[in-house]
């Protein structure tokens, strides 16, 4: 009783709060367990017109090892000069769920010297995830968007990057990667954004859904369901619980500024208690010129140059304006503008703001 009153006191609360447009709980956050996996490998690139790697040691070895594979053992104190190959890391992502037989994208990327991998055959290659052990393996022509020319006279022309290439489907899953979402005793959601009253009004909708404290909110990220084993049973709950609406608390109120770019982010939520502020710029300007001066005729006089300076101060005068009590977004910037403030005098408006306690938001410089 003492928690059905609970939850029913929550969602009273939660509703009477300002929110955001009501978002599907699938683009706020994602189950745990359910991502991908990286990884990666490190092979050989055959086939290239003379823009491989050449004679690099590693290169060298390498292609010693992958010839091993065959039963080639190539001479002691022989080094082939292989400017048709190029040693590469190859990188890919594996999908959540992905089962054996199925075919996932790889990047492939020069370790060495090669110019361009334009061209080129990647040789069979396994993929390691993060524990060591092997789920895919990759091979395939490379597809390269970049291009590069070189002149007998040392000039050079690069179009993109040569160096680095894709194979689409170029890997075959081999082993699939356990999640443990049938079986876990409890299923996690986890928010994109660390919010406690997001978390409590996605277990408010869950529970308002599937029945009381089937969720609760463990942090200002995740939210604990309770849910039956088995991977079908949960594969329905859990769409049907991606597809509720919930209405996400107003982010806190912040400004970001970029002081490289110059930049300025003002979100919905900043407010601004009562200020008096005045613009103003001052500028000292000094100009310089000669005059010539000529001696009288039949004089004993010398032909002269003198220096004549002209120092004026500018200001520009600006009037000060006032901020009314609690102004919102669209009244700071009209206000700022009205004064014909450039980015970065925004800039130090807003620092000033925020020195003097006016500015109710946490000021974010990049």
Sequence with gaps: MLR?????LLLTLFAAQPALAAERVKDIGRFQGIRSNQLTGYGIVVGLPGSGDDNLEYTVQSMKGVTARFGFQLPPGINPSL????????TAELPAFAKPGQRIDITVSSMGRAKSLRGGSLILTPLL???G????????????????????DGSK???????????????????AVETGFATAPTLTFNLARADFTTAQRVAAVINGRFGTMRARAIDAVSVS???????????MLMSDIENLTVDSAEAAAR??????????????????????????????????????????????????????????VEEEVKPMFLLDPGPKLADVVKAVNAIGASPADLVAILEALK????LKAELVIL
């Design 225 to 235: 369901v309770s849910a039956p084993p088995g991977a079908d049973v949960r594969t």
């Design 355 to 358: 020195e003097a306690g006016a």
């Design 129 to 131: 995830g993060a524990d």
């Design 4 to 8: 059905a009153f609970v939850t029913a």
């Design 157 to 175: 022309i690069v179009v993109n990057v040569p160096s680095t290439g894709r194979i689409p489907d170029g890997a075959t899953v081999e082993r």
């Design 83 to 90: 400017k048709n190959s190029a040693v590469v890391m190859i």
């Design 255 to 312: 400004v970001i500024v970029n002081a490289r770019t110059g930049t300025v982010v003002i979100n919905s939520a900043v407010r601004v208690s009562p200020a008096a502020v005045t613009h103003g710029k001052l500028t000292v300007r000094i100009d310089e010129a000669q005059r010539v001066i000529q001696p009288a005729p039949f004089s004993q006089g010398e032909t002269a140059v003198e220096q004549q300076s002209a120092i004026g």
């Design 133 to 152: 052990q092997i789920y895919a393996m990759a091979q395939g022509n490379l597809a390269v968007g970049g291009l590069g020319a070189e002149g007998a």
